[in-house]
């Protein structure tokens, strides 16, 4: 406790405004104002807050597991991913739109993802992509996971259908063990023969794409099988798999598909 008394303390305060010696009266005021606030010995003490480090969203987030994420974006607990595989010409596209409009997934198509990121010179992701397909070397499943990634948590949404993942039996393996398991996957077979002539007939009906010529087809089905059926064989040894025969018309597929869905 101080026992100065007003007078010794105004005192004291004058004696130290004559060694200044402001200009003006104005700056004496200020002055002596000044010196009485800050050497006032009942100044109460403020505590300064201990500095708080505030978890971000984003720290929040990276907190969770994958799923976790999902549920928290989406607002809901019921996650669902479905695997869609079928070679070219299988009309898998067309199943997923009416999937879809009908039970409200959100269908993310690998080869459009790849396409958007890497177009996307914003990207970090994405240029880190280009420049390993421009270096003509595979991108390592570890990336494409996490495009795959980013992307459902861009979309917020809990129900996904994969259009053409997983393309390996890596690919399949990771991403249940790293990321979230699927409910199942829906493997829309159909033999080579028929799938050749849809494609032709597709690039007759002016489908605009440079690989509906028949070389190229088959040689996409020669990659469509080495890498997809060891993945189908993994996928069918968890019991994940919902085999349809894609030989029939859209209408029956469509029939078989909805049997799926609501089983």
Same mark, same amino acid.
């Given at each position: 406790?101080?026992?100065?008394?007003?007078?010794?303390?105004?005192?004291?305060?004058? +004696?130290?405004?004559?060694?200044?010696?402001?200009? #003006?009266?104005?700056?004496?005021?200020?002055?002596?104002?000044?010196?009485?606030?800050?050497?006032?010995?009942?100044?109460?003490? =403020?505590?300064?807050?201990?500095?708080?480090?505030?978890?971000?969203?984003?720290?929040?987030?990276?907190?969770?597991?994958?799923?976790?994420?999902?549920?928290?974006?989406? +607002?809901?607990?019921?996650?669902?991913?479905?695997?869609?595989?079928?070679?070219?010409?299988?009309?898998?596209?067309?199943?997923?739109?009416?999937?879809?409009?009908?039970?409200?997934? =959100?269908?993310?198509?690998?080869?459009?993802?790849?396409?958007?990121?890497?177009?996307?010179?914003?990207?970090?992701?994405?240029?880190?992509?280009?420049?390993?397909?421009?270096?003509?070397?595979?991108?390592?499943?570890?990336?494409?996971?996490?495009?795959?990634?980013?992307?459902?948590?861009?979309?917020?949404? #809990?129900?996904?259908?994969?259009?053409?993942?997983?393309?390996?039996?890596?690919?399949?393996?990771?991403?249940?063990?790293?990321?979230?398991?699927?409910?199942?996957?829906?493997?829309?077979k159909c033999n080579d023969e028929i799938l050749i002539e849809r494609c032709l007939k597709r690039a007759e009906n002016g489908s605009g794409r440079i690989d509906d010529n028949k070389?190229?087809?088959?040689?996409?089905?020669?990659?469509?099988? #080495?890498?997809?059926?060891?993945?189908?064989?993994?996928?069918?040894?968890?019991?994940k798999i919902k085999e349809i025969d894609a030989t029939k018309s859209v209408d029956q597929v469509w029939n078989h598909v909805k049997i799926i869905m609501e089983s």
């Amino acid at each position: 406790e101080n026992d100065e008394t007003l007078k010794e303390f105004l005192i004291r305060g004058l +004696s130290e405004l004559a060694k200044v010696k402001p200009g #003006n009266k104005l700056e004496v005021v200020e002055y002596f104002g000044k010196w009485l606030l800050d050497n006032n010995p009942n100044k109460p003490i =403020i505590d300064e807050p201990e500095e708080v480090i505030i978890n971000t969203a984003n720290n929040y987030l990276d907190s969770m597991s994958f799923k976790e994420q999902l549920q928290h974006l989406s +607002s809901c607990d019921d996650i669902q991913i479905i695997f869609i595989l079928g070679g070219p010409g299988s009309g898998k596209g067309t199943q997923c739109k009416q999937i879809v409009d009908k039970y409200g997934f =959100i269908q993310i198509s690998t080869g459009d993802l790849f396409r958007k990121f890497v177009n996307d010179t914003t990207n970090e992701l994405g240029n880190e992509i280009k420049d390993i397909m421009e270096r003509g070397e595979l991108v390592p499943t570890k990336l494409v996971l996490k495009m795959l990634k980013e992307e459902m948590l861009r979309l917020k949404g #809990n129900k996904y259908l994969l259009d053409g993942f997983p393309r390996s039996l890596e690919q399949a393996i990771m991403f249940e063990k790293d990321i979230i398991p699927c409910d199942f996957a829906i493997n829309f077979k159909c033999n080579d023969e028929i799938l050749i002539e849809r494609c032709l007939k597709r690039a007759e009906n002016g489908s605009g794409r440079i690989d509906d010529n028949k070389e190229t087809i088959i040689k996409r089905l020669t990659t469509f099988h #080495n890498e997809t059926d060891p993945t189908v064989e993994y996928l069918a040894s968890i019991n994940k798999i919902k085999e349809i025969d894609a030989t029939k018309s859209v209408d029956q597929v469509w029939n078989h598909v909805k049997i799926i869905m609501e089983s």
